[in-house]
């Protein structure tokens, strides 16, 4: 009897255990398939938009409503962007183990959440938001999916192409607070734009290899030395350097903020021009790791200095 007892509770914790670790599964290939450490990046420079660009006091119940709304879409548009690179991704090293190209999930699973997700943001956004915000975000997505994501196979004009979806976001929080697009919506695009640049040639480089398998365009693919890559990581950091001082100049910011963007845009050079100098896996990934930090960081302070 009481054997019989332990093989059932043993066999029900079994059976929970299982499950559990599904859930958990599921969970975590949902949250891969939606990009979500991306897609909170790009939460938070909504944020930072709206921030920006809201008078005083902040309409807080706005701010949830312009973030809500955007993270469906942008969850939505990483989703398909994993539907229609899923046979590139199950060739490259980095990305073969998602959940598409896995076998954890079928194609057409991701196709109907990615479409469901974007098309559910960008009503969201039109009914709580602005119309403005909406359709701002809707090209956002069309140029990820449509535009960004077939010409990675035609040409490397494509990290440029990219870049536009990628500063969107915070013009999206802007219009949601103010209804329009002014000077300061546009320096907050400016600084996205040229912050992915050198964010993207460090991991194009690492992965040059992985990229050029899947028959993806990127100026890294026969850039071995790396001389091509550092130099461009240079050249745009140089222009973000400029590009980020904006703000203090168009009255959005105080003074304190240009001391504060001098110093994080410096540092970021002198890491891009150490890529340069060494053209090694290791100052690539340094390159990649500053530039993280740098656009909380820069961010941080715009929104501590806003005046």
Not at 123 to 132: E, I, M, S, T
Request: glycine letters at 10%.
């Amino acid at each position: 009897m009481k054997s019989g007892v332990i093989e059932t509770v043993s066999g029900t914790d079994a059976v929970a255990l299982v499950g559990g670790q599904s859930r958990h599964r599921l969970a975590a290939d949902y949250a891969e398939l939606v990009k979500a450490r991306l897609t909170l990046l790009v939460l938070l420079t909504t944020a930072v938009g709206y921030y920006m660009g809201a008078g005083r006091p902040i309409y807080y119940v706005g701010l949830f409503h312009v973030v809500f709304g955007t993270a469906w879409a942008a969850a939505g548009a990483a989703a398909l962007n994993q539907w229609w690179e899923r046979k590139a991704d199950a060739v490259m090293e980095r990305t073969k183990k998602r959940p598409v190209p896995g076998g954890r999930m079928r194609p057409i699973e991701a196709l109907i959440v990615g479409s469901t997700l974007s098309l559910f943001g960008i009503v969201y956004l039109a009914v709580a938001c602005r119309a403005l915000s909406a359709f701002l975000a809707a090209i956002t997505v069309l140029i990820y999916i449509f535009a960004y994501t077939p010409l990675k196979r035609v040409s490397n004009f494509n990290t440029l192409v990219g870049a536009v979806p990628g500063a969107l976001p915070p013009l999206i929080g802007w219009t949601a607070a103010r209804g329009t697009i002014d000077a300061g919506a546009w320096s907050l695009f400016a600084i996205l734009f040229f912050w992915q640049l050198p964010h993207f040639f460090a991991i194009a480089w690492m992965y040059r290899e992985d990229y050029a398998r899947a028959g993806f365009q990127m100026i890294s693919n026969d850039d071995r030395g790396g001389e091509r890559s550092a130099s461009q990581s240079v050249f745009f950091s140089i222009l973000l350097l400029v590009i980020a001082g904006l703000p203090a100049f168009i009255g959005m910011t105080s003074q304190a903020y240009l001391a504060v963007e001098l110093l994080l845009g410096g540092a970021f050079i002198v890491v891009a021009m150490r890529f340069l100098r060494l053209r090694t896996p290791g100052a690539a990934r340094l390159l990649f790791i500053a530039s993280i930090f740098y656009l909380p960081l820069l961010l941080g302070s715009l929104v501590l200095t806003k005046i």
